[in-house]
């Protein structure tokens, strides 16, 4: 008399005959916690269904392995294995593309999510409107000959660029000294020493006195002109 499909001898043979694979008590129980089945009510249920003829087992040392009978599943013949793997073969082609297709989905959605929502577009463009508009005023201000600098704001911060290039060039005045004057009967390489005291020059750092100095005598110039 076969076992109620509910009882633990049932849902043990139904599970050995599903997973047709050789399997000890342990990969049973592992795999039928979700029926809270405990171990040894598996190997007991297990053992039963071996005694009775329901599923085989074999001993190796002091470990039982259990599986399935095959007398009870039909064995394809050969014609029948080509047209499993002819199927098999369109069935894998199918998920190839349903995989390429939704992988394209997920590329569109993608897509549209990183475009703006239509409010995100009339905000952004009311800002550029905005932004676009205090240029226009402000360019309006110029042409129209508008000062945006005082006069005595202009020459103190002239005076004071002016302090700072002279106290530049009087530091680089200096050092040229004191440095020809270390370096005159030095056998070193100058540039290995420069490198050992960790000596940087203006165009070490990319940076132009000379053309500072330009800037302020342009705008000397333009000063005159006007």
């Not at 000890?24 to 053992?47: E, G, I, P, R, T």
Request: glycine share 4%; net charge neutral; charged share 35%.
């Amino acid at each position: 008399m076969a076992p109620k499909s509910d009882s633990v001898e049932g849902i043990v043979l139904n599970f050995v005959n599903e997973q047709n694979r050789p399997l000890n008590s342990q990969n049973a129980a592992d795999s039928l916690q979700k029926f809270n089945l405990k171990k040894s009510s598996v190997q007991k249920a297990l053992d039963a269904l071996a005694d009775s003829g329901r599923i085989s087992f074999k001993e190796y040392g002091k470990q039982k392995i259990y599986l399935a009978r095959q007398d009870q599943f039909d064995i394809p013949n050969s014609e029948e294995l080509s047209r499993m793997k002819e199927e098999n073969a369109k069935l894998q082609q199918q998920l190839q593309e349903q995989k390429r297709a939704i992988s394209e989905v997920e590329g569109e959605i993608k897509t549209l999510q990183s475009n703006l929502t239509l409010e995100q577009i009339r905000a952004k463009e009311a800002k550029l409107k905005m932004e676009v508009e205090e240029m226009e005023d402000k360019l309006t201000n110029l042409r129209g000959g508008v000062t945006l600098v005082k006069f005595e704001d202009r020459k103190v911060v002239e005076e004071m660029y002016s302090d700072r290039i002279n106290q530049w060039r009087r530091r680089k005045r200096i050092f040229k000294d004191l440095w020809d004057a270390i370096t005159e009967n030095l056998p070193k390489d100058l540039k290995e020493f420069k490198e050992e005291l960790a000596i940087e020059y203006d165009e070490d750092v990319g940076v132009s006195f000379q053309s500072l100095c330009d800037l302020m005598q342009h705008r000397k110039k333009r000063a005159r002109c006007q």
